[in-house]
């Protein structure tokens, strides 16, 4: 990315459909940047003082909230906007159309780590020129939004997941809406079972045995017996532990994992450069890296010295990897410090699975 080291690049002609119409929750608004990746594809930004944020999900969430809410009921919007969004045939557009028809009728948007707040115009004028004619939109599907006269306010929650690229999520690594964040999760239960026999040995008290322990989940005790249940009929033979929300081992570990990203957080948030951002991660990878070590230490002491080698061995060839995969065949003059950040991110990723993993298979203390 050209000259982010003092956020001063200048605003690039770009595909982005809020281009000039993203804000942040202060008034601030979003500029357009882009950066070419080592395969020579362009990567679209919407950017502001450390800040970075993907265009291709932000456009993606906006595009589907449209296309939802044309298919909403809007018996209660003005009869003249309403009729003329009714006669949108939106599956008959082109690309280009749809991307015209989107900045015709988007005002603003306004873009928080938690929602992302479409502000739209409605008037007849605004939706005139991409009537179909002896179209009707019969759908009437229900939906949240705010109106007043001819313009409508959609609130939509997303989760931001700050400075990651990892192919993990799929390239959906910045802005996820609500359910693509809890499919995500379950992928990533999945992933962790998957790797679950790195850790396996040493873990196990008895060979054949897995002992389970239900740890650190907001959950009520009916819940928490349910899924007691549950693993009782589907894994027959392994050693459950039971463990009431309030008493949870894990917290402490997860309390240590949340002073990691709070301190980076804060330090993120005023970073200037790529190479700061960088060194404000791989810090965070330290302190991810200390919380292995005290799990370790603590909850596996008869085979910590093992562990922690194969811990201190997994990162070494993870972080070779990552970095190897990331590395293009030609660098532009800026690509390398890109480069670093998201080697260093992938790292935090890695850290954060193996993390997870030693505290869903804390040995049971008898």
Request: proline content about 4%; aromatic content about 10%; charged content about 20%.
């Amino acid at each position: 990315m050209k000259n982010n080291s003092n956020n001063k690049t200048e605003s690039h002609r770009s595909p982005n459909l809020l281009s000039g119409k993203l804000f942040n929750s202060q008034g601030e608004r979003f500029i357009n940047q882009v950066k070419t990746n080592k395969n020579h594809t362009k990567i679209h930004y919407y950017a502001q003082k450390g800040l970075f944020i993907p265009a291709a999900p932000v456009d993606e969430v906006v595009s589907n909230t449209i296309s939802e809410f044309l298919n909403a009921d809007l018996s209660h919007l003005p009869p003249d906007s309403a009729s003329a969004l009714k006669s949108v045939n939106w599956a008959a557009l082109s690309g280009v159309q749809k991307r015209d028809f989107i900045q015709a009728i988007v005002d603003k948007a306004i873009f928080s780590n938690k929602q992302l707040i479409i502000y739209l115009d409605i008037s007849p004028n605004s939706v005139r020129p991409f009537i179909t004619d002896v179209y009707v939109n019969q759908s009437s599907l229900p939906m949240e939004f705010i109106t007043n006269e001819h313009s409508v306010t959609i609130t939509v929650p997303v989760v931001f997941r700050r400075y990651t690229n990892t192919k993990f999520s799929e390239a959906k690594t910045s802005l996820l809406t609500i359910t693509e964040n809890n499919n995500l999760i379950v992928k990533a239960f999945a992933t962790a079972w998957k790797y679950k026999e790195l850790y396996e040995q040493g873990i196990g008290s008895n060979k054949g045995h897995m002992p389970l322990k239900i740890t650190c989940f907001e959950l009520t005790t009916n819940v928490i017996r349910t899924i007691i249940l549950i693993m009782k009929t589907f894994y027959f033979g392994f050693l459950v532990a039971f463990i009431t929300p309030t008493v949870c081992v894990a917290s402490i570990y997860h309390e240590m994992i949340q002073q990691c990203d709070k301190a980076a957080e804060t330090e993120l948030e005023n970073a200037l450069s790529t190479v700061q951002m960088t060194q404000i991660i791989n810090d965070q990878k330290n302190c991810y890296k200390n919380v292995v070590y005290k799990i370790i230490d603590t909850e596996y002491a008869k085979n910590k010295q093992k562990m922690m080698l194969d811990f201190d061995n997994f990162i070494t060839n993870s972080s070779m990897v990552t970095y190897s995969m990331q590395y293009p065949d030609v660098c532009t003059p800026n690509c390398g410090t890109d480069i670093g950040l998201n080697a260093t991110n992938a790292d935090l990723e890695i850290i954060k699975v193996y993390i997870q993993q030693l505290l869903y298979a804390l040995p049971v203390k008898q």
